[in-house]
């Protein structure tokens, strides 16, 4: 969703760039794509335990976001994820939170 | 492939040499392929008859300050023009310079750009260049947040400006935006290639030691930190920093180093809106250190510093703040 207007399908996901020779991305090829959204998963999913939720992808295509209680909302990419976070747990997703950057480094490698 | 058509936007306060510089620019062989777009405020444009070149690539948009009529106006002037130059109706130009009313602000601009479903798939942002005027400084909020987001900075009227108040007005400027090269207009030739130029070409360059910051809430720092980052993680601390704060990231930019990519990658983000990352052929110097720098609304950099680091799973001490890059000339020419 674009941050400005807030049309479906308004904006390109920075971290999923189209490739285009200079750029980087990792949205390159199948093989590349689905061991980025496997690893994307496992990161988001160190944070999102933090609020209760969980990740999942679903068919390579969009991402699964649910709540404990079941409640769940598809997402396409990581733009589009922290706002429906927001909406299913009801209060703000903040990095700088310093309960979940405290999580964070406990948790840490 | 088809070549993007990088949109450079020249923004700046009312009255701060817009146009004055955008003449000189014009004149420049480097803007020969370019086609111009110019926003003024009011019911009837005067700008566009400053510039001495006015022909079927100029347009001029008339209804009022470009960040209200952002969605409509912009975009399809720009499409337009496209569709012109596709039929051959116009040159095929190679560049598109918006020249935006000075109580714009540049973020919807931007915005419009990068996001409009088909703009976005012939034209690519180039730099943003804003003109301070050194007689009358900063001061508006408009004109602190066109400095924070500007890519190249053209200081104007040091010619009649108090020496101690530009010298003054400079270190106002690094503070805001310390990693802009910035030109002195007045005394300096206009090097139309490297202001228009590839923004990622000089990296990042000197940030000042932290100092209170003298517009109120806005401020930068930079960060540096050893080896390799984990690419996806430091995707989601962006997209979440950028969800919640976004409004008061007026700027982050900085060149990473990526587990698994030899060379650096560039990424740069003016509020919500971040541009495709950059793959950097080769280092700029020896230095292999990851850098960001942030200019930031309110937002203390020991948040940012800290949560960055437990995303990455970094140790906070990794972390090093402050004067970490290499010290820069302030003249363009130099980089």
Request: net charge negative.
């Amino acid at each position: 969703m674009c941050a400005l207007c807030g049309v479906l399908g308004g904006a390109g996901d920075w971290t999923d760039a189209a490739a285009r020779p200079g750029l980087f991305t990792r949205n390159v090829d199948a093989l590349q794509r689905r061991r980025e959204r496997i690893n994307r998963v496992a990161c988001a999913q160190r944070v999102l335990a933090f609020y209760g939720l969980t990740l999942s992808d679903w068919q390579g295509a969009s991402f699964l976001l649910s709540t404990q209680t079941g409640k769940t909302e598809l997402v396409d990419g990581l733009t589009h994820l922290w706002s429906a976070a927001e909406r299913l747990i009801g209060r703000p997703c903040d990095p700088l939170d310093p309960s979940l950057v405290a999580r964070l480094e406990a948790t840490g490698d | 492939m088809t070549e993007f058509i990088p949109v450079n936007l020249i923004t700046g306060f009312l009255g701060s040499g817009k146009t004055t510089l955008l003449q000189r620019l014009l004149a420049d062989p480097a803007l020969a392929d370019t086609a111009v777009l110019i926003n003024e405020f009011g019911e009837v444009g005067l700008d566009h008859h400053l510039l001495e070149r006015i022909d079927e690539t100029m347009v001029l948009l008339k209804s009022g300050c470009l960040c209200c009529t952002i969605r409509g106006e912009l975009s399809e002037a720009i499409k337009e023009l496209y569709s012109k130059r596709e039929r051959g109706l116009v040159p095929s130009f190679r560049r598109l310079v918006v020249e935006s009313t000075g109580l714009a602000d540049p973020f919807p601009i931007l915005s419009t750009v990068q996001a409009d479903p088909v703009l976005r798939h012939h034209f690519r942002l180039g730099n943003v260049i804003t003109t301070v005027d050194a007689v009358n400084g900063l001061g508006r909020p408009e004109s602190i947040k066109q400095v924070a987001v500007a890519d190249r900075l053209v200081l104007t009227k040091t010619d009649i400006a108090d020496a101690a108040a530009v010298e003054a007005l400079i270190a106002e400027l690094r503070i805001l935006n310390p990693d802009a090269p910035l030109l002195i207009a007045a005394e300096e030739k206009i090097d139309a290639a490297a202001l228009i130029g590839d923004r990622f070409r000089s990296a990042l360059r000197a940030v000042p030691a932290p100092r209170e910051a003298p517009h109120g809430s806005v401020h930068s720092f930079s960060l540096a930190f050893e080896g390799a980052l984990d690419w996806t993680m430091f995707g989601i601390w962006l997209t979440m920093l950028l969800h919640r704060h976004g409004t008061a990231v007026l700027r982050v930019k900085g060149i990473l180093n990526v587990a698994g990519t030899p060379t650096p990658v560039a990424v740069h983000g003016v509020q919500h809106l971040v541009h495709p990352p950059v793959h950097m052929a080769a280092w700029p110097e020896e230095d292999r250190r990851s850098r960001l720098v942030f200019i930031v609304d309110g937002l203390e950099r020991e948040a940012i510093e800290r949560s960055l680091a437990a995303f990455l799973g970094l140790p906070a001490s990794s972390i090093a703040t402050g004067r970490v890059l290499a010290p820069g000339d302030r003249k363009i020419a130099n980089y």
